[in-house]
């Protein structure tokens, strides 16, 4: 008995998916590295190797500052990668951090230590998740794209490991009660509602003039960074925890002028003008790929 001919039988097999463009794998890719560079802090600091693990974080996150604004450059940007890149930032400034912490001192503390870590790894990941489910929110103020809510999560890693950069320095190791309490103020403040100045909005315009004294300033402060790694980590360090209350008398500064009512000719309802029509504005090209200190 035969069957009733069925034309979709015999179609070719479509494609899902078209080719990937190559300028979307670019970023990819480097992402991928950042990746590798934080598993390998982990093994590192299992071998008792701290200092090469952390240059590896710091090396991530030098990868994790490079990879969205190449995306931008080149027109890379897709969701996979966006995803791809918060997935690299739970793992190499959330989990590597704190089991460098906890090979480092921690362990001294046994299942204290161990707790620590573990709450400075959730807290990365409790932030990146509020980050990108609030990256689209149409409820914020204009001005609220200038701020981070809370410490981002690589100044978060960066900043944590402050104790490890001060004994390479060759201080005296902070007790290990100490240090905990560090580890979960930093993790505090990765979950906090503290408005963080991003900066990612401000576009600064070099003066032909000024080009390559600005060139040599850069590349001084990297030779810096290479030559006396743990200096500068340490000052850096600092005054960005010291500059954090800036940020939020910032916030509460703009805040408050958002919020006085503009004065302006006669006005209908809401504010604006009985007769006159607002034309929408076209919004910018959307960076798929989150910010960050990114």
Same mark, same amino acid.
């Given at each position: ?24 794998? =670019? !970023?990819?890719?480097? %992402? ?21 693990? *952390? ?14 604004? &190449? /995306? ?22 959330? &989990? ?13 503390? #046994?299942? &204290? ?31 609220? /794209? ?7 999560? !690589?100044?978060?890693?960066? /900043? =944590? ?16 009660? =100490? %240090?905990?309490?560090?580890?979960? =103020?930093? /993790? ?35 030779? @810096? ?7 500068? @980590? ?9 500059? @954090? ?21 006669? %006005? ?8 006159? %029509? *607002? ?6 090209? #959307? ?8």
């Amino acid at each position: 008995m035969s069957m009733p001919f069925d034309p979709k039988f015999n179609d070719p097999p479509r494609r899902r998916f078209g080719p990937i463009p190559v300028r979307m794998l =670019v !970023p990819n890719f480097i %992402t991928l590295l950042a990746i590798c560079a934080g598993l390998t802090a982990i093994r590192l600091s299992t071998e008792g190797r701290m200092e090469l693990a *952390v240059a590896a974080i710091v090396f991530a996150a030098v990868l994790d500052g490079l990879d969205g604004r &190449v /995306a931008r450059m080149i027109k890379g940007q897709s969701k996979f990668g966006a995803e791809l890149d918060s997935l690299a930032d739970f793992v190499n400034f959330g &989990v590597a951090p704190g089991l460098i912490l906890y090979f480092w001192q921690l362990h001294e503390l #046994h299942n &204290v230590g161990w707790i620590a870590s573990m709450i400075f790894a959730i807290s990365g990941g409790l932030r990146l998740a509020r980050f990108n489910s609030t990256m689209d929110d149409p409820n914020k103020p204009a001005f609220a /794209a200038n701020f981070f809510t809370g410490v981002p999560a !690589p100044a978060g890693a960066i /900043a =944590v490991l402050l104790p490890v950069y001060m004994s390479f320095l060759g201080a005296p190791s902070l007790p290990a009660v =100490v %240090t905990t309490l560090y580890t979960l =103020v930093i /993790a505090g403040l990765m979950v906090s509602r503290l408005p963080v100045f991003s900066g990612k909005t401000v576009r600064m315009r070099v003066p032909p003039e000024m080009v390559l004294p600005v060139f040599v300033s850069v590349v001084f402060i990297i030779a @810096l960074l290479i030559g006396y790694p743990w200096y500068m @980590l340490s000052v850096g360090t600092l005054l960005y925890l010291i500059s @954090l209350p800036l940020g939020v008398r910032s916030y509460r500064a703009r805040s408050a002028a958002a919020a006085q009512p503009a004065h302006g000719p006669a %006005t209908g309802h809401h504010g604006a003008h009985p007769n006159s %029509t *607002v034309a929408p504005t076209a919004d910018p090209a #959307h960076d798929e790929r989150p910010p960050r200190l990114n």
